[in-house]
């Protein structure tokens, strides 16, 4: 007989680092087997690896580019022989532009990029992911999936210097809508994370233009957002607590996006 967790399983998208990292310890806390996975070699993800499991969770690292489709099959694969079951997905690993560029200039190198890391990947994960959820709650009732997509305030707020990154995150809430609406059947909630500016290697390289945003009145909650900011609202999600609410987006933006007069 092969061996199934006890545990619900999560698996958390580049969970080594920044945002996913804080995700991937709210998730143990909240007393799940944790997968994360990265394109880093695992040898680089031990000190990560070692605090999740610190936390009491069996945490397993896979290396696989989500851009990559294979990459996906042999993740889950990964993860079926590791831990026989897979409850939770929270779509997290993403990139910035390497550089950013104007609308009239940006180059479609940069657009192709994004597109396939931030939306094609997790679009074509979770339906892979979601087939593998069908079959865990035909096989019992009691079993309760969910899948997250972390998205940014990106998706709404236009920034003519990034549109390509603009356009994908623009995709992922429609992706979210989208596995929302075919999942209910089999209940399976979908839901997104929406962050505003939050401190981790993707925003460090514009930490000073934002320390002057915030002090401008950025935001309503005058400072930087955490990784643990959105690893609490993606445990509300993961663990159920959140009901009645597929295709729910939670802005957790410290009042980025709430409009003032
Ligand atoms: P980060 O610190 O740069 O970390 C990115 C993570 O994603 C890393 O674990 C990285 O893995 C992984 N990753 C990147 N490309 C990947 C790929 N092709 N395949 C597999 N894993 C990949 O970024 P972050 O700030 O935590 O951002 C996480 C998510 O939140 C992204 O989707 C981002 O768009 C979104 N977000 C961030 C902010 C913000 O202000 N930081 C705001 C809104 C939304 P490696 O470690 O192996 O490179």
Known sequence: MPYVSNKRVVLVTGGSRGIGFGVA???????????INGRRDASEVADALAELESLGTEAFYCQADIAEL?????LLSAIRERFGRLDVLVNNAGVAPDVRADLLDAEPDSFDRLIRINLRGPYFLTQAAAKWM???????ADFQAAIVNVS???????????????????????????????????GIPVYEVRPGVIRTDMTAGVADKYNQLFAKGLTVEPRWGTPDDIGRAVAVLATGQLTYATGAVLPIDGGLTLRRL
């Open 25 to 35: 310890k709210a998730l143990a806390h909240a007393n799940m087997n944790v997968v």
């Open 134 to 140: 069908i079959n865990q709650r035909q096989a019992g």
């Open 70 to 74: 294979d990459d996906h099959t042999q």
């Open 152 to 186: 940014s305030v990106s998706a709404t707020e236009a920034s003519v210097n990034r549109g390509d990154y603009c356009i994908s995150k623009a995709g992922v809430a429609m992706a979210t809508q989208l596995w929302a609406a075919r999942l209910g059947e089999f």
